[in-house]
């Protein structure tokens, strides 16, 4: 890894030299009730409009790798034939400027699965081998469990990487675009007093995260306690909305329809992300339910994420970046659950 410093107003030079991409990034979208800003992901137009000093977005950027809905195939008949198209829907070269570490650690998560050699996604690779990503370092909010999870510092999946030194940026630098890119600005090497500064922020970041989760010997836990009466009790909880997984970095099951046109002359067969909340979601031909329940789907999302993945990649599919239990109206959080299971008893 290759670190640099540039000054702090060479930010806006940086965004011009990108900004002749597509430029996705951190913007404003709105107050909540309460009057604290919320954020999005979202093509960028002009400087002033990326917000990489943002706190957190509700929505991942997943939309971009993994569409809510994408087409996989398409079928037309036609002179006692049939033609089937396939369009990977691979994007032009994105450019995605302030992904903080956890989001970035998602996608690292999700490669492991969409890019790997068991269940490769054609679609999802096309659009994350066109991804140039800048990352930032964030300020921890405090649903943030991300230390907890190991996911509060990266160290691959980025082209380069900035921490905000005061008047000017610390950059971590993992590509050779991004080096020539970087020459473009007044770089240069890091002194002994940014070296300071940067591990007096670090230190100052670290004691910011106050929300935590016990994952020691949780596999292990989760075994033991399959059968848990404290599943029921989040389960009487949980409406079954499917908000968890929408807004969730980490979470891509789908479900495939197929669509046949009235003239019975063309069709398309669609992916649809699906939540493994939702009531029909282990429904199969003949209408047997095997997960008829709300608790035991809401179980089998936290096995899948802490049991399952743990087995297979040897860490959990969750990088602790909080959004589901911001965004769940039952209050359900991640930490509450798994201290709950920890403690056999459900808060009230
Ligand atoms: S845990 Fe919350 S967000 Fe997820 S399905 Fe249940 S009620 Fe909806
Ligand atoms: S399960 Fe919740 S905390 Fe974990 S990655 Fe998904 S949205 Fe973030």
């Given at each position: 890894?290759?670190?640099?410093?540039?000054?702090?107003?060479?930010?806006?030079?940086?965004?011009?030299?990108?900004?002749?991409?597509?430029?996705?990034?951190?913007?404003?979208?709105?107050?909540?009730?309460?009057?604290?800003?919320?954020?999005?992901?979202?093509?960028?137009?002009?400087?002033?409009?990326?917000?990489?000093?943002?706190?957190?977005?509700?929505?991942?950027?997943?939309?971009?790798?993994?569409?809510?809905?994408?087409?996989?195939?398409?079928?037309?008949?036609?002179?006692?034939?049939?033609?089937?198209?396939?369009?990977?829907?691979?994007?032009?070269?994105?450019?995605?400027?302030?992904?903080?570490?956890?989001?970035?650690?998602?996608?690292?998560?999700?490669?492991?699965?969409?890019?790997?050699?068991?269940?490769?996604?054609?679609?999802?690779?096309?659009?994350?081998?066109?991804?140039?990503?800048?990352?930032?370092?964030?300020?921890?909010?405090?649903?943030?469990?991300?230390?907890?999870?190991?996911?509060?510092?990266?160290?691959?999946?980025?082209?380069?990487?900035?921490?905000?030194?005061?008047?000017?940026?610390?950059?971590?630098?993992?590509?050779?675009?991004?080096?020539?890119?970087l020459m473009e600005l007044p770089i240069t090497e890091p002194t002994d007093e940014d070296h300071r500064r940067f591990v007096q922020l670090m230190d100052e970041r670290n004691s910011k995260f106050t929300c935590q989760v016990d994952n020691s010997d949780l596999t292990k836990i989760l075994d033991l306690e399959f059968q848990s009466p404290v599943w029921q009790e989040w389960g009487k909880r949980c409406m079954s909305c499917g908000t968890c997984a929408n807004v969730c970095p980490t979470c891509y099951c789908y479900g495939v329809t197929e669509h046949v046109d009235l003239d019975l002359k063309s069709a398309t067969k669609q992916k649809q992300l699906y939540s493994c909340n939702l009531i029909d979601f282990a429904m199969v031909s003949g209408g047997h339910n095997f997960r008829p329940d709300s608790a035991s789907r809401l179980k089998y999302r936290y096995y899948h994420k802490h049991r399952g993945f743990q087995e297979a990649y040897e860490e959990a599919l969750c990088v602790g970046c909080g959004r589901c239990g911001q965004a769940c109206l039952a209050g359900i959080t991640v930490p509450e659950v798994i201290d709950s299971v920890r403690r056999q008893e459900v808060p009230k």
């Open positions: 890894m290759l670190f640099k410093v540039f000054p702090r107003d060479q930010l806006e030079i940086l965004y011009d030299i990108l900004a002749g991409h597509h430029l996705v990034g951190p913007q404003i979208i709105g107050t909540d009730r309460n009057g604290q800003e919320l954020f999005a992901f979202d093509y960028i137009h002009s400087f002033t409009e990326l917000r990489i000093d943002f706190t957190s977005t509700v929505h991942s950027l997943k939309s971009f790798v993994l569409p809510p809905r994408e087409n996989l195939s398409s079928f037309a008949l036609a002179n006692n034939d049939w033609e089937k198209n396939v369009d990977l829907g691979i994007y032009k070269p994105h450019v995605f400027f302030g992904l903080h570490p956890c989001d970035i650690n998602a996608l690292n998560k999700l490669d492991k699965v969409l890019t790997g050699p068991v269940y490769p996604d054609p679609f999802y690779t096309g659009k994350r081998k066109n991804m140039f990503i800048i990352g930032v370092n964030c300020i921890p909010q405090p649903w943030c469990f991300c230390k907890s999870m190991g996911t509060d510092t990266v160290l691959s999946g980025f082209d380069m990487f900035l921490t905000d030194l005061g008047d000017k940026y610390f950059v971590e630098i993992q590509s050779a675009t991004a080096y020539d890119i």
